[in-house]
Structures are given as structure tokens and as C-alpha cells.
């Protein structure tokens, strides 16, 4: 009985592993085989099997059978469906530039959703560490169901990543069908569009452009946080696409500058960018979508690119509107997502060091997995003197930035998740913000938050695993984030044009209110993570989004119903706290911006 108890909790246990693994079912059905075999097997071979030696022979056959079977069934890649239905209904077919093609329609046929078109050429071969060049034409109809692969990037096993969701989002799920890892790809360059069922014979809609986050490093237009469905049915035709990163989208050198003809370097990843963003004013009008109002937005390294397609001189009158969440580079000193030209070329220089090549050329010879492998850094933009012809703040000081209108904001804990390897004492906290800022504004700044701050209330959160580590947190999260917005809303104010900024702190069982916590939100996506946010959370997921789709629409988030929400002026620094009262209310952090303005300064 003991035995076949054994046999059981073995099996249940490699089950679960394949499972979080996403291993295919044929996997599970090998397993579920196996154990009943070593049951079975206990009684056909009866006084046999109990000799010591036949036992153990049994256990090691049961253990590498189970080995073989892990790997033998691991998750192949696949592209992700462009929803979440079984067979889904085709869309009508649809006429752009390139070529006719078909979306599908989500659960309820509210939506039509067209996943994987190409906005240009595969960036492969000759053409990496090339601007990107427009998209080929195609025969036929193409069927656009699918997302289009994830670009090159880093990433864990799934196991790992499975195991964050349980520990981390709390969303992870039992489910048939997710047998399979996302397709990643040098040929990345796809975007999706998100319009609702009924724009035929319509008014044209307003535009949302969507670039994702993940430090210009990570991230994918899959991801589920900023779908577009639920923005669709409300009015708005939304866009996202997948860009080049990291060595791919941001390494820089000197012979790629020569032999471009537009004398650039260090910014793939933003040209991708603005190819999409060119694409879509060109191509959009097909999908019910005004290439006249188009609202461009984004979150972290997304927001830091949004500032910067608000300062490039390639999209000048390509959109209206501007939606920035969790970061920017407007400030004098970007504490990060941007560095110098001379800083980038170095880099460059390490990464032939690092593959003993001579030339940019060489490196194109290197396969993407192998390159993707680089010990380098490239997670910043830069002035490359075509995509960004200057340091954004001067531009922003010229008033030759775009934005018409700005949407934009942060979260309460924005910096913790960051922060996690830091260990924060009273002995060491001051050197550890001198390590951003130096050490005599270190010194200020712990005078504003001291090591040793008693835990403070939603208004000036210090985390509670301990005070100096909840203290170090606080400053980080105005550093890296809430302090390019205050910038950033106070130059455009200061511009004379309307400026909203949010402070969201809604807490809730998943990502609460930490970075990109405020994304299902906004995006209206809660409905993704069943039992993870109550009647609170939708309700103030409904405003958020209203207000989103507003602003789209005129510029102004506020609308009949929806609490007010009152712009920054010169004067007056207000933000608008998202929680479960909503109201304007003080900048939690203004003073320690004071400090930092003086860094900025000096």
C-alpha cells in the first residue's frame, strides 16, 4: 500500500512540474502510462519484484523514464492566438497597401482583431543595425489570427516563469491548451489592431498607439495587460506592435553611422517605432481608424519612448495626443532608458571586443541566439542626431515637442520591484541614494526620508519589510519614475497646454500598486485574472478606462459621470489619486523633488 502511495505522489508531484514546465499533453500521458505500469507491475511480478536488487532496478527505470519524458515533451514554440476562442470567426476582408487580409472576432463578436501584420521588412541578415525598410506587398489574402513572434530577447525557463506568476501576479492557472512557449523571432517586425465590430460606414475613431515596456530589453505585443479589446468596444480603434530590442534594437557604432544614409545609429528600436507609427497613419482609415487623432501612449521604457516619438523630428503632425505612464526622459540628467552618443558607441566597442569581431558587418554574421548572449548593455536610447536630434529637454525648452495634449502618471510603489537585490541598513542608506544622486543630496534627501521613517500612511508609503529598505524604496520610486512626470507635466503646463497626471494606488491581490500595476486597468484587462480583483477594482477600471478613451477622443479625460479631474497649471501641481475614492489630491513626493531639482542643476 505504501508502495503504490509512493507511486501516486510521485507522479501527481511530475504532473504539477509538467504543468508549470507547460510541457505538451503527451507528456501527462506518458506519466499517467508509466505509474500505472509500476503498480501493475508490483503484482505480475510478485515474489520476484521484492528482491532488494529488481526494486531498485524498478525505481531507476521509473525516475529516468520520467527524465526522458520532461525533455521529450517540453513546450515547442508557437505563435499566440490573436484571441482567446477556439476556431474564431474570420473578419471580412480588409484592403491596405501591402495586400488584402482577415482579422477574427473575439468571444462575442464585439471586436475584430487583426494580429501580425508586418509594418516592415524582417530586420535579418544585411538588414540588422538597419534602419527598417518598408514592408513587402502579398498575393492572396492573408489571415492575420496570430501575434506575430516576439522579438530577440532574454528569458527564463518556463518553470521560473510560471512560479513568478504564482508568487508574484498570483494569476497563474490550470488550463489545456497554453502547452507551448511564445515564438521569439529577429523577425519581429508585426503589429496588431484592435477595432470594434461595427466601424463599417462609420464615423472614422480615434487611434491609441501603444508601445510596450520591459527596459527596451523585454517585453511583447502578446501580453495580455494591454490588449486592446475592451478600449475597442468603447469607441477606439488600438494599436500595439513588437519593436527591436536590446543589442538589437539600441547598439551603436561608428561604421553603422558612416554607412547609413541617414547618418544614424543606437536607435533601431525607436525607428521601428516610427515606422509603425508611419504605417499606421498611413494604413489605419482601412481598419475605421482617423489618421488625424491618433493618441501615441506607453508604459515604462513604452512612456520613455512615448517622450521620445514627443521630440523626434521624423514624427512631427503623425499624431495629437500623448499618454505616459511610469517614466520619461525630459529631465536633464534621464536616470535612465537614454544615454550619451559617446556612452553607446563604448558599448559598442564592447560588444566586437566581446565576439572578436572588427566590424558591425561581422556581427551580422553571428546568429541572433549567440548575439543575444552579450554581456553588454543596451537598454537606452540615444542622440543619434536623426531620431533624436538633441537632448529631449532641450527640445521640450524650444517648444518644438509634439503633444498637443498629456495624459500621464505613476504609481505608488513604483521602484520596489526594482529594489528586491538592495539590502538597505541605517549604516548603508545614505550611500545608497548617493549612488544615484551623490552624496551631498544623498544627505538631503534622508533628512526629507530618514532610515528610520515610522511606516507612513498611502499618501508617502514606506515598505514594511523594513524601515530603511521601505525608506530607500520611497526615494527610488520619485528618482527612476514619479519625478520625470512632475517635470514633465509642469514644462508642458508651463507650454500652456492641458496636462492631467494620475497617482494610482488602488491595492489589490495581484500586482497592487507597484510598477505596472495600473496596466489591466487602464487597458481594461482585469477580466484576464478571474478572483483577483473584486467590484472595487472593475469599478475603478471602468473610470480609468473612460478617462483613457476620452482623452483619445478631445484632448481632456473628463466626461459626464466620471469624477473630476483637474489639470496642472503653472500654479498648481494636483494629481488625481486612482483608488477606490477617487480625488485630487499633493504630489507625495514634491519634496524630495526639490532636491532633485537641484542635482538636475548643478
Not at 511480478?45 to 525505481?59: D, F
Not at 541578415?125 to 530577447?153: I, N, T, Y
Not at 508651463?494 to 495581484?510: D, L
Request: proline share 4%.
Amino acid at each position: 500500500m505504501a508502495y503504490n502511495i509512493v507511486v501516486v505522489v510521485l507522479t501527481l508531484i511530475f504532473l504539477a512540474l509538467l504543468d508549470l514546465s507547460k510541457n505538451t499533453l503527451a507528456g501527462w500521458i506518458i506519466a499517467v502510462i508509466l505509474a500505472g505500469a509500476m503498480i501493475f507491475g508490483k503484482y505480475r511480478l510478485s515474489g520476484v519484484y521484492h528482491s532488494k536488487r529488481y526494486l531498485l532496478i524498478m525505481w531507476v527505470l521509473f525516475i529516468a523514464v520520467l527524465a526522458i519524458d520532461y525533455k521529450m515533451t517540453a513546450p515547442k514554440e508557437q505563435l499566440v492566438p490573436a484571441v482567446d476562442v477556439r476556431n474564431p470567426e474570420k473578419t471580412a476582408v480588409v484592403s491596405i497597401s501591402q495586400g488584402d487580409l482577415t482579422g477574427v472576432y473575439n468571444k462575442d463578436k464585439t471586436v475584430k482583431v487583426y494580429a501580425g501584420i508586418p509594418y516592415a521588412k524582417a530586420p535579418v541578415g544585411d538588414l540588422r543595425f538597419k534602419e527598417p525598410q518598408a514592408p513587402d506587398a502579398w498575393s492572396g489574402v492573408r489571415s492575420c489570427d496570430h501575434f506575430g513572434p516576439m522579438a530577440m530577447q532574454a528569458r527564463g525557463s518556463v518553470l521560473y516563469d510560471s512560479l513568478s506568476h504564482i508568487l508574484g501576479w498570483h494569476d497563474y492557472r490550470v488550463k489545456f491548451g497554453d502547452e507551448y512557449i511564445e515564438k521569439m523571432s529577429e523577425d519581429c517586425l508585426y503589429l496588431n489592431v484592435f477595432a470594434p465590430e461595427n466601424t463599417e460606414n462609420e464615423e472614422l475613431l480615434p487611434v491609441i498607439f501603444y508601445v510596450h515596456g520591459g527596459s527596451l530589453s523585454t517585453g511583447q505585443s502578446s501580453y495580455s495587460e494591454y490588449r486592446g479589446e475592451d478600449l475597442a468596444k468603447k469607441g477606439v480603434v488600438f494599436v500595439n506592435f513588437a519593436y527591436r530590442l536590446n543589442v538589437f534594437g539600441y547598439y551603436a557604432a561608428d561604421d553603422l553611422a558612416k554607412e547609413s544614409p541617414s547618418g544614424t545609429t543606437g536607435n533601431y528600436g525607436l525607428l521601428d517605432q516610427i515606422a509603425a507609427l508611419k504605417w499606421v497613419r498611413e494604413n489605419i482609415k482601412a481598419f475605421g481608424g482617423d489618421p488625424e487623432r491618433i493618441t501615441i501612449a506607453g508604459e515604462s521604457a513604452g512612456s520613455s519612448s512615448v517622450n521620445a516619438l514627443c521630440v523626434s523630428p521624423l514624427t512631427e503632425g503623425d499624431f495629437n495626443y500623448a499618454i505616459a505612464e511610469s517614466s520619461g526622459i525630459l529631465v536633464k540628467k534621464p536616470f535612465h532608458t537614454f544615454r550619451s552618443y559617446e556612452k553607446a558607441i563604448a558599448e559598442g566597442d564592447k560588444v566586437r571586443a566581446e565576439f572578436n569581431v572588427s566590424s558591425s558587418a561581422e556581427l551580422r554574421d553571428i546568429p541572433a541566439e549567440k548575439l543575444l548572449s552579450t554581456q553588454t548593455q543596451h537598454s537606452s536610447m540615444t542622440v543619434d542626431g536623426y531620431a533624436i536630434k538633441e537632448m529631449p529637454y532641450l527640445t521640450y525648452e524650444k517648444g518644438e515637442n509634439h503633444e498637443k495634449a498629456l495624459l500621464n502618471g505613476f504609481n505608488a510603489k513604483e521602484a520596489d520591484p526594482f529594489m528586491m537585490g538592495y539590502k538597505a541598513t541605517s549604516e548603508n542608506y545614505e550611500q545608497l541614494i548617493a549612488n544615484a544622486v551623490g552624496e551631498k543630496y544623498a544627505k538631503e534627501i534622508a533628512a526629507i526620508v530618514p532610515a528610520d521613517s515610522p511606516e507612513r500612511d498611502q499618501h508617502f508609503i514606506v515598505d514594511q519589510m523594513g524601515s530603511a529598505k521601505g525608506a530607500l524604496n520611497t526615494v527610488y520610486s520619485a528618482l527612476w519614475f514619479s519625478y520625470s512626470h512632475y517635470v514633465w507635466s509642469k514644462t508642458i503646463a508651463n507650454q500652456g497646454k492641458p496636462v492631467y497626471e494620475y497617482y494610482f494606488t488602488k491595492t489589490n491581490n495581484s500586482l497592487s500598486n507597484y510598477h505596472a500595476g495600473e496596466l489591466p486597468y487602464a487597458y481594461g484587462n482585469l477580466w484576464r485574472h478571474p478572483g483577483l480583483y473584486d467590484d472595487e477594482d472593475y469599478a475603478l477600471s471602468e473610470i480609468m478606462q473612460n478617462y483613457y478613451v476620452n482623452f483619445a477622443k478631445t484632448g481632456n479625460p473628463n466626461g459626464s459621470g466620471l469624477p473630476a479631474w483637474d489639470p496642472v497649471t503653472a500654479a498648481e501641481n494636483k494629481v488625481l489619486q486612482l483608488d477606490t475614492k477617487i480625488e485630487m489630491t499633493d504630489d507625495p513626493n514634491m519634496e524630495i523633488y526639490k532636491i532633485i531639482d537641484k542635482y538636475q542643476e548643478e
